[in-house]
């Protein structure tokens, strides 16, 4: 039992983008475009996908999974036989990012799980993203070749040594094609600066800087040195008996390079300003709706706990996802979020079997489309949700192999409660607490998702016309 469960239980929103990513009313169409992964029934606990990720341009996407490996697919050109056919993601390059490791000083096994992936916008031809597991965080460079040197002078053509006395003339080497490879080359390594889990890493919007959080600290890196790290954030207590809280997850301002928001499993957010002092213990604001007394319940302090925290891309607003809920907050109004939407509220009378069967303590993550009008988060069966915060209205979804024929239109999934089920409704007692949607991501400025589904990666569109 990890260290937050055992306390639990004691770049803007761009007006012109809105009518490419469209309102989520009764005419938006979401179909199938892939599906990526094997048949859950051959899937190991290593092919389960723990973390998902577009590029800043939309034109990579990286998943990350339990095994340690990263797989980055591209997007393909749109064809110029079918104009409004928009290109599939093809795997470009997968390597082994993080390997188990031993802490012998605490006897503890460090999982080489991937539990975040952030890019780095691009600068030259080569990509760049970072990849975390509990400890460390690496930076990778992940570059395409399709030239090689040859007709060096002291190597022969297969990179032996040559004998210096039969080396009589002087070579120019050249640079011949040869088949396009990429390459994934580890250029930093940022170790040992965590005591606990790291849940979160964010890039600066400096890009010079990024953080690390975990269960107690939140630690601030240069990308050019890896041996040292600034701690920002600390709520340590002198006795570890008086713990009260941990941080859940930390993100950066997109815009304003001084500040970032904290989360914690009392349901707070914190706002802190690196401006104000080194150490960013003291918030410069604090984010919480006051408990109802009349809803108080043995799970209240569960299900309040924050699981992901998102700044909007106009940074204007914060979304936050607990267990029931996904929260939207200004920026200027502290006291209670300005909305509220019901993830999955027909939960709320099955809390007990959902602590028994540790279902209760699933993270999921929250996501905003481009122009930061609709959101989208998880829930059990394979469903996901999207709240349109302009109609308020809602659709629930499923990623499942029965509807993944090509262009197939997802159609709406609801929910019964109780009482008479309608033919396409699906009972609350009935859903599959082992199928989850923990990850999904949001392509920066098109209506594309991507939604990890165990070992599955499924990719949907909005039907094009």
Known sequence: MNLERRQVHAICGLSSWSSRLGALTQDTLWCFSQLKGTVEIGATEADIISTVEFNHTGELLATGDKGGRVVIFQREQESKNQVHRRGEYNVYSTFQSHEPEFDYLKSLEIEEKINKIRWLPQQNAAYFLLSTNDKTVKLWKVSERDKRPEGYNLKDEEGRLRD??????LRVPVLRPMDLMVEATPRRVFANAHTYHINSISVNSDYETYMSADDLRINLW????????FNIVDIKPANMEELTEVITAAEFHPHHCNTFVYSSSKGTIRLCDMRASALCDRHTKFFEEPEDPSNRSFFSEII????????SHSGRY???????TV????LNMENRPIETYQVHDYLRSKLCSLYENDCIFDK???VWNGSDSVIMTGSYNNFFRMFDRNTKRDVTLEASRENSKPRAILK???VCVGGKRRKDEISVDSLDFSKKILHTAWHPSENIIAVAATNNLYIFQDKVN
């Open 164 to 169: 210096p006395a039969t080396i009589t003339t």
């Open 222 to 229: 240069n990308f050019e040195i890896t041996n040292q790290s």
């Open 304 to 311: 309040s706990s924050i699981s992901d925290v998102k700044f």
């Open 318 to 324: 914060i979304m936050t996802r607990d267990y029931l």
């Open 327 to 330: 929260k939207v907050w200004d």
């Open 364 to 366: 999921f993550e929250c």
């Open 412 to 414: 709406p999934r609801k």
